[in-house]
């Protein structure tokens, strides 16, 4: 019962900022409910009870992330935003190819009906921590590569602009 | 709950996450709806892994490297939004066509 | 030490590494010390290898190998794994030349670290020549035929890259294509050669195929096409007749280089590749016989071209192919022990001939033997260790040279006499046009007052690694004739014989420990060809170290200096002979012309093509079609383009209006469009 509670509060936050996102007019606003739909998807995370996934959930999404974002969004944004429509004219056709593939999904997430969990959640931050210096070593290091990578690229994208624009 | 609440709670964001990706003028907004769909694809890796592999903990290792390259990914793609930003002075993304044939 | 023989290439090798992207390329860099420490570790351990051969403390051969890869094959109608090791095989002449090699190699760095000062490609050099060891090294020891054909080849590239080292000049750079061309020539009949080893044995492994030899399973004919092959790849390599237009060329690299390839690694690969499969071509006769000839052959034009040139280095190029003759020659007659003795000997005085060219070269500034003379007092090192080199080249008695060319004419005078007397006269003409060159160029007066008086004893990095060759070029067929332990380290591989249960592959001491007469005859020789150790009759021998004495002392008497009226007179008396051999007996005209032939026949070919077939049946068909086409024409323009109009422009329409709607470079469109043929396809799928 109080699973269930969780959940489909957990669930009705998640889809309500996640639609406030991207439908929002104001783009801060839309920002910050993406920081609380991320916050959502930490609780579900928990309620699975992937331990260490709803800890780097918040640290990286909703503390890293969402806070870059609304960063950027302060950057870029103007006054005169908040009067224009945020949304295009291919909505229709978007709504229509959501509506198609929410069926495809549902008949997919259909075909797992029924399937509950036998044990209770265990703790996994030993065993991730295991694993990934154990089997997946490999992916371990080149994502910790992709990671540099991405902080040079950044650097690098930042800084030849900076030199025209003092 | 069983699997399939959690796969359709997925399902949903991500379909939200596609739409807002598919309609938003405003370029960061589909960098936020692109995040909403890189969190489905980890919710159902966190779903599956805890209810048809009970005790392991491999789809939370490769949804953590997901999370990884999405923190990458939305770094540089800051970088380059401000990029182009200061290039085409605006964020709305049909004024974006460099492609337009 | 032998377990760790695998090193011996490594070590070289990595150190090239090192050398070449390790530091700033600067002419004064230090880097080169790092690849002569490598070659001395390298020397050190080939040095206790063949200590333990010499003093039979080791075992040889020694084969280790390791798993390199595996793969799944088809022969002869079966299916099966093939492992492909990777491994070293280790027998006496090889434990004999990996220290030739590795001492070669270390003189001419050491050398080359005073010659090659100041070069804004310096720290280069070094690693090319570390890298060209490493191959040969890695050739020497290898007992896989793959991997020794990646070695070959890998000193192809480093000949190409030595030879071309001052690509800047156009020289250099055309010396550079041909050799690699020439030896590519070459090396495709060894390629034909493995694979035809490899088709018949299943196996890359040199004792493995020799099993398969030993055994008698091997027919003939295979055999001989896969000896000719090999003896082809040779000939390229080490510039057998008439593949030998490259080396002398080879030169226009920097000279420590072309005493490398002249004396250490690149011809030598030739020979000792003929060595190491020495089981195949003793399985052909036919293919021994032909190697003898070619040999022969060889030895005499080299030897020839080689009394007419001025060109210092020119001469000690053709004196290199012909004493590669003398080996291939003494290798196709049987005599193993001699040729690879010859190999030994010639790599230590040819390194020291060319060392002291290059010594004299840096003191003249040019190659010109007409512009030099006078030298033996302005350069007293090098001109004694040039002495020493002669000496030995010409097969002076008490000389290094004289013990293997000695045992190179005894192999002969028993397998053919009129070999045998070519092959004399060869070793006089050698002797003369050594002589030639060393009283042209150290003895009478300086003939250029300008570069006479400017030229200098070079500085000690120079000198001291002469004295060492020299010291080698002196001692080195004594040392090892002395006891018979060149018999010992280098035994002949005994033939394979169906019948006899006796033929082992492993040499067999207790031969060389046996008593002269014994030797002369020994009594358990299985094989045909078992005149290993032959000698000349004595009063023979006498007769051609006399002659040899003789051919020098013609050579004094014609270049004594300071005039040369008989040579002169010699030159405008035979002046066609002399231009036979000033153009290199035309070879080079003849591949030329080979090229340009073949140039011809295509064109001639062409002009049957353009005025015979389509004249006939090009141009009749096409005026046949022509008058069909012209009635096909009619109805085409007036029926049928009009409908095919019509469908061109809608179209055209459609096109046009599906691209405004499509190509509007909204990214989301695209997006959109993404979207629905993913959806679209991921339904195909789950239908």
Same mark, same amino acid.
Request: hydrophobic share 55%; proline share 4%.
């Given at each position: 019962?109080?699973?269930?509670?969780?959940?489909?509060?957990?669930?009705?936050?998640?889809?309500?900022?996640?639609?406030?996102?991207?439908?929002?007019?104001?783009?801060?606003?839309?920002?910050?409910?993406?920081?609380?739909?991320?916050?959502?998807?930490?609780?579900?995370?928990?309620? +699975?009870?992937?331990?260490?996934?709803?800890?780097?959930?918040?640290?990286?999404?909703?503390?890293?992330?969402?806070?870059?974002?609304?960063?950027?969004?302060?950057?870029?944004?103007?006054?005169?935003?908040?009067?224009?429509?945020?949304?295009?004219?291919?909505?229709?056709?978007?709504?229509?190819?959501?509506?198609?593939?929410?069926?495809?999904?549902?008949?997919?997430?259909?075909?797992?009906?029924?399937?509950?969990? +036998?044990?209770?959640?265990?703790?996994?931050?030993?065993?991730?921590?295991?694993?990934?210096?154990?089997?997946?070593?490999?992916?371990?290091?080149?994502?910790?590569?992709?990671? +540099?990578?991405?902080?040079?690229?950044?650097?690098?994208?930042?800084?030849?602009?900076?030199?025209?624009?003092? | 709950?069983?699997?399939?609440?959690?796969?359709?709670?997925?399902?949903?964001?991500?379909?939200?996450?596609?739409?807002?990706?598919?309609?938003?003028?405003?370029?960061?907004?589909?960098?936020?709806?692109?995040?909403?769909?890189?969190?489905?694809?980890?919710?159902?890796?966190?779903?599956?892994?805890?209810?048809?592999?009970?005790?392991?903990?491999?789809?939370?290792?490769?949804?953590?490297?997901?999370?990884?390259?999405?923190?990458?990914?939305?770094?540089?793609?800051?970088?380059?939004?401000?990029?182009?930003?200061?290039?085409?002075?605006?964020?709305?993304?049909?004024?974006?066509?460099?492609?337009?044939? | 030490?032998?377990?760790?023989?695998?090193?011996?290439?490594?070590?070289?090798?990595?150190?090239?590494?090192?050398?070449?992207?390790?530091?700033?390329?600067?002419?004064?860099?230090?880097?080169?010390?790092?690849?002569?420490?490598?070659?001395?570790?390298?020397?050190?351990?080939?040095?206790?290898?063949?200590?333990?051969?010499?003093?039979?403390?080791?075992?040889?051969?020694?084969?280790?190998?390791?798993?390199?890869?595996?793969?799944?094959?088809?022969?002869?109608?079966?299916?099966?794994?093939?492992?492909?090791?990777?491994?070293?095989?280790?027998?006496?002449?090889?434990?004999?030349?990996?220290?030739?090699?590795?001492?070669?190699?270390?003189?001419?760095?050491?050398?080359?670290?005073?010659?090659?000062?100041?070069?804004?490609?310096?720290?280069?050099?070094?690693?090319?020549?570390?890298?060209?060891?490493?191959?040969?090294?890695?050739?020497?020891?290898?007992?896989?035929?793959?991997?020794?054909?990646?070695?070959?080849?890998?000193?192809?590239?480093?000949?190409?890259?030595?030879?071309?080292?001052?690509?800047?000049?156009?020289?250099?750079?055309?010396?550079?294509?041909?050799?690699?061309?020439?030896?590519?020539?070459?090396?495709?009949?060894?390629?034909?050669?493995?694979?035809?080893?490899?088709?018949?044995?299943?196996?890359?492994?040199?004792?493995?195929?020799?099993?398969?030899?030993?055994?008698?399973?091997?027919?003939?004919?295979?055999?001989?096409?896969?000896?000719?092959?090999?003896?082809?790849?040779?000939?390229?390599?080490?510039?057998?007749?008439?593949?030998?237009?490259?080396?002398?060329?080879?030169?226009?690299?920097?000279?420590?280089?072309?005493?490398?390839?002249?004396?250490?690694?690149?011809?030598?690969?030739?020979?000792?590749?003929?060595?190491?499969?020495?089981?195949?071509?003793?399985?052909?006769?036919?293919?021994?016989?032909?190697?003898?000839?070619?040999?022969?052959?060889?030895?005499?034009?080299?030897?020839?071209?080689?009394?007419?040139?001025?060109?210092?280095?020119?001469?000690?190029?053709?004196?290199?192919?012909?004493?590669?003759?003398?080996?291939?020659?003494?290798?196709?007659?049987?005599?193993?022990?001699?040729?690879?003795?010859?190999?030994?000997?010639?790599?230590?005085?040819?390194?020291?001939?060319?060392?002291?060219?290059?010594?004299?070269?840096?003191?003249?500034?040019?190659?010109?033997?007409?512009?030099?003379?006078?030298?033996?007092?302005?350069?007293?090192?090098?001109?004694?260790?040039?002495?020493?080199?002669?000496?030995?080249?010409?097969?002076?008695?008490?000389?290094?040279?004289?013990?293997?060319?000695?045992?190179?004419?005894?192999?002969?005078?028993? %397998?053919?006499?009129?070999?045998?007397?070519?092959?004399?006269?060869?070793?006089?003409?050698?002797?003369?046009?050594?002589?030639?060159?060393?009283?042209?160029?150290?003895?009478?007066?300086?003939?250029?007052?300008?570069?006479? %008086? %400017?030229?200098?004893?070079?500085?000690?990095?120079?000198?001291?690694?002469?004295?060492?060759?020299?010291?080698?070029?002196?001692?080195?067929?004594?040392?090892?004739?002395?006891?018979?332990?060149?018999?010992?380290?280098?035994?002949?591989?005994?033939?394979?014989?169906? &019948?006899?249960?006796? &033929?082992?592959?492993?040499?067999?001491?207790?031969?060389?420990?046996?008593?002269?007469?014994?030797?002369?005859?020994?009594?358990?020789?299985?094989?045909?060809?078992? %005149?290993?150790?032959?000698?000349?009759?004595?009063?023979?021998?006498?007769?051609?170290?006399?002659?040899?004495?003789?051919?020098?002392?013609?050579?004094?008497?014609?270049?004594?200096?300071?005039?040369?009226?008989?040579?002169?007179?010699?030159?405008? *008396?035979?002046?066609?002979?002399?231009?036979?051999?000033?153009? *290199?007996?035309?070879?080079?005209?003849?591949?030329?012309?080979?090229?340009?032939?073949?140039?011809?026949?295509?064109?001639?070919?062409?002009?049957?093509?353009?005025?015979?077939?389509?004249?006939?049946?090009?141009?009749?068909?096409?005026?046949?079609?022509?008058?069909? &086409?012209?009635?096909?024409?009619?109805?085409?323009?007036?029926?049928?383009?009009?409908?095919?109009?019509?469908?061109?422009?809608?179209?055209?329409?459609?096109?046009?209006?599906?691209?405004?709607?499509?190509?509007?470079?909204?990214?989301?469109?695209?997006?959109?469009? &993404?979207?629905?043929?993913?959806?679209?396809?991921?339904?195909?799928?789950?239908?």
């Amino acid at each position: 019962m109080l699973e269930a509670i969780v959940f489909w509060s957990l669930a009705g936050l998640v889809l309500l900022s996640a639609l406030a996102v991207v439908t929002l007019r104001n783009t801060v606003h839309s920002s910050l409910f993406l920081g609380l739909s991320l916050a959502g998807v930490a609780g579900l995370f928990a309620s +699975l009870g992937a331990d260490f996934l709803f800890a780097a959930q918040i640290m990286v999404y909703v503390s890293g992330i969402a806070v870059l974002i609304l960063f950027a969004v302060m950057l870029l944004g103007r006054a005169s935003d908040l009067h224009l429509r945020q949304v295009n004219d291919l909505w229709p056709t978007a709504l229509l190819v959501c509506v198609v593939a929410g069926a495809g999904l549902f008949k997919v997430a259909a075909f797992f009906e029924g399937i509950v969990a +036998l044990e209770p959640p265990a703790p996994g931050t030993r065993a991730i921590g295991r694993l990934m210096l154990g089997d997946c070593l490999l992916p371990f290091e080149l994502v910790s590569l992709a990671l +540099l990578a991405a902080l040079i690229g950044a650097v690098f994208f930042c800084r030849s602009g900076g030199e025209e624009n003092p | 709950m069983t699997l399939a609440h959690y796969l359709a709670v997925a399902a949903l964001l991500f379909l939200v996450g596609l739409f807002g990706a598919l309609t938003r003028r405003n370029i960061i907004g589909i960098l936020m709806s692109i995040e909403l769909m890189f969190n489905a694809a980890n919710l159902n890796l966190a779903a599956f892994d805890r209810f048809l592999h009970p005790g392991g903990v491999a789809g939370q290792t490769l949804a953590l490297f997901t999370i990884t390259v999405a923190a990458a990914e939305v770094v540089v793609g800051l970088a380059l939004l401000l990029a182009i930003y200061r290039g085409a002075g605006t964020v709305y993304v049909e004024d974006y066509n460099l492609l337009k044939g | 030490m032998i377990e760790h023989a695998y090193l011996i290439p490594l070590i070289p090798l990595a150190a090239s590494l090192l050398v070449l992207f390790g530091g700033k390329e600067d002419p004064h860099s230090p880097m080169p010390w790092v690849a002569i420490g490598a070659m001395a570790v390298c020397l050190g351990l080939s040095w206790t290898i063949f200590q333990g051969a010499a003093s039979g403390a080791l075992a040889l051969p020694y084969e280790r190998n390791w798993e390199w890869f595996s793969f799944a094959t088809t022969l002869g109608g079966k299916s099966f794994i093939y492992a492909m090791p990777v491994g070293v095989l280790i027998d006496a002449p090889a434990a004999v030349l990996l220290v030739v090699v590795s001492l070669v190699s270390l003189m001419v760095q050491v050398y080359s670290v005073s010659y090659m000062h100041g070069d804004p490609r310096y720290k280069r050099y070094f690693a090319f020549v570390s890298f060209f060891t490493a191959a040969m090294l890695g050739l020497v020891v290898s007992s896989n035929l793959l991997v020794t054909f990646a070695c070959w080849e890998l000193m192809g590239l480093c000949s190409y890259l030595l030879i071309g080292f001052w690509f800047e000049r156009p020289g250099p750079c055309e010396a550079q294509k041909k050799a690699f061309m020439t030896t590519k020539l070459g090396d495709s009949g060894l390629y034909v050669a493995l694979l035809l080893l490899y088709a018949k044995t299943g196996s890359f492994q040199l004792s493995q195929i020799r099993l398969f030899f030993e055994h008698g399973y091997m027919p003939a004919a295979v055999a001989t096409a896969a000896a000719l092959g090999l003896l082809l790849g040779a000939a390229g390599k080490s510039a057998q007749a008439p593949l030998f237009i490259w080396l002398p060329d080879a030169m226009e690299g920097p000279t420590p280089g072309s005493a490398l390839i002249h004396a250490a690694t690149m011809v030598a690969a030739g020979i000792l590749l003929v060595a190491k499969t020495y089981f195949v071509f003793l399985a052909s006769p036919v293919a021994m016989e032909a190697a003898a000839w070619l040999g022969l052959l060889t030895a005499f034009l080299a030897a020839a071209m080689a009394l007419v040139s001025y060109d210092i280095k020119r001469v000690l190029a053709f004196s290199t192919i012909s004493q590669l003759g003398f080996m291939m020659c003494a290798l196709g007659v049987g005599g193993f022990t001699a040729g690879l003795f010859h190999l030994t000997t010639h790599a230590f005085f040819k390194a020291l001939l060319f060392l002291g060219a290059g010594s004299i070269i840096h003191a003249v500034h040019t190659n010109d033997m007409r512009l030099m003379g006078g030298l033996s007092k302005k350069m007293p090192v090098t001109f004694l260790t040039m002495l020493a080199a002669v000496l030995a080249i010409a097969g002076v008695p008490g000389f290094s040279g004289y013990y293997s060319k000695d045992m190179i004419l005894g192999a002969v005078w028993e %397998h053919n006499r009129l070999m045998f007397g070519l092959l004399a006269f060869t070793a006089l003409m050698t002797a003369f046009y050594m002589f030639r060159l060393f009283f042209l160029t150290f003895w009478g007066e300086g003939r250029d007052h300008d570069r006479h %008086h %400017h030229a200098h004893e070079s500085p000690g990095l120079i000198t001291a690694p002469l004295l060492v060759l020299a010291l080698l070029a002196v001692f080195s067929g004594f040392g090892l004739s002395r006891g018979h332990l060149v018999e010992r380290l280098l035994p002949k591989p005994v033939a394979a014989h169906p &019948a006899a249960e006796t &033929a082992q592959a492993a040499p067999r001491p207790e031969q060389s420990a046996a008593p002269e007469a014994a030797r002369a005859h020994p009594a358990d020789h299985a094989h045909p060809i078992h %005149h290993q150790e032959a000698e000349m009759p004595a009063p023979l021998a006498s007769a051609v170290v006399a002659l040899v004495l003789g051919a020098i002392g013609l050579a004094f008497l014609l270049y004594r200096g300071p005039t040369y009226p008989i040579a002169d007179l010699l030159k405008s *008396r035979l002046r066609p002979a002399f231009a036979l051999l000033d153009r *290199r007996w035309y070879l080079d005209d003849v591949f030329l012309a080979l090229a340009a032939l073949s140039d011809r026949v295509a064109a001639l070919a062409f002009w049957i093509d353009a005025n015979v077939i389509d004249r006939v049946f090009v141009d009749g068909w096409g005026l046949l079609t022509r008058v069909f &086409a012209e009635i096909g024409n009619a109805l085409d323009v007036h029926l049928v383009d009009s409908a095919v109009d019509g469908v061109g422009g809608l179209a055209a329409d459609l096109g046009a209006g599906l691209r405004a709607l499509v190509v509007d470079g909204q990214v989301q469109v695209y997006l959109a469009y &993404a979207a629905v043929f993913g959806l679209a396809a991921a339904m195909l799928l789950m239908l």
